[in-house]
């Protein structure tokens, strides 16, 4: 069971939106940690997309967007193609006895 | 640019060690902190742990603490794990990833090693 909760799956059309949602709790996104989201095509490692909340890498598309409130934190993904179908993790900081890096479980993005 | 390079795959018997290495290529290796992320078949990225290279310390995710070990050489730019008392669910691809800060853990990983496969099977 991960800290960060994410759903399973999600899927969407080619040029539709789609959002993953991120809940934590009190100890890492609701007491202010930045989270970072990141995309793992299948048998490579992960690649960073959005860091501090909303911020893209140089290189990624401004198709993808993050943003925070609260306890939990979302990454949107717009005029979807094809090769955005992978696993997209969101990562934050926590302040509890259970470590410092807290990965969501994960959410597999089908584009059909 | 920073490149990360690992150590080939593994294979071990239950109950051995296992040592990863991860040599770094490109920027300045003792002003950014690692982390050891692991991903077993099918599953997601678990934190395993990092290092600090300015504080000089290693922390660890609570429920591996005893069974890892992570350690950095600013000589050869190379930050290492090692993982005792393997057992099969400890079969997984294992990475190392550079911070973008050095100072503590609250920071993105923006660049990665490529993954070593541990395969623990008698």
């Known amino acids: 069971q991960s800290v960060l909760t994410q759903p399973p799956s999600v899927s969407g059309a080619p040029g539709q939106r789609v959002t993953i949602s991120c809940t934590g709790g009190s100890s890492n996104i609701g007491a202010g940690y930045d989270v970072h989201w990141y995309q793992q095509l299948p048998g490579t490692a992960p690649k960073l997309l959005i860091y501090g909340n909303r911020n893209r890498p140089s290189g990624v598309p401004d198709r993808f967007s993050g943003s925070k409130s609260g306890t939990s934190a979302s990454l949107a993904i717009t005029g979807l193609q094809a090769d955005d179908e992978a696993d997209y993790y969101c990562?934050?900081?926590?302040?509890?006895?259970?470590?410092?890096?807290?990965f969501g479980g994960g959410t597999k993005l089908t584009v059909l | 640019q920073v490149h990360l390079v690992q150590s080939g795959a593994e294979v071990k018997k239950p109950g051995s060690s296992v040592k990863v290495s991860c040599k770094a290529s490109g920027g300045t290796f003792s002003s950014y902190g690692i982390n050891w992320v692991r991903q077993a078949p099918g599953q997601g990225l678990e934190w395993m742990g990092g290092f600090i290279p300015i504080f000089g310390t290693a922390d660890y995710a609570h429920k591996l603490q005893g069974r890892v070990t992570i350690t950095a050489d600013e000589s050869t730019r190379t930050a290492y794990m090692e993982l005792s008392s393997l057992t099969s669910e400890d079969t997984a691809v294992y990475y190392c990833?550079?911070?973008?800060?050095?100072?503590?853990?609250?920071?993105?990983?923006?660049?990665w090693g490529q993954g070593t496969l541990v395969t623990v099977s008698s």
């Open positions: 990562q934050s900081y926590d302040s509890s006895l259970s470590g410092h890096v807290v």
């Open positions: 990833a550079r911070l973008q800060g050095g100072d503590g853990y609250n920071y993105p990983a923006a660049y």
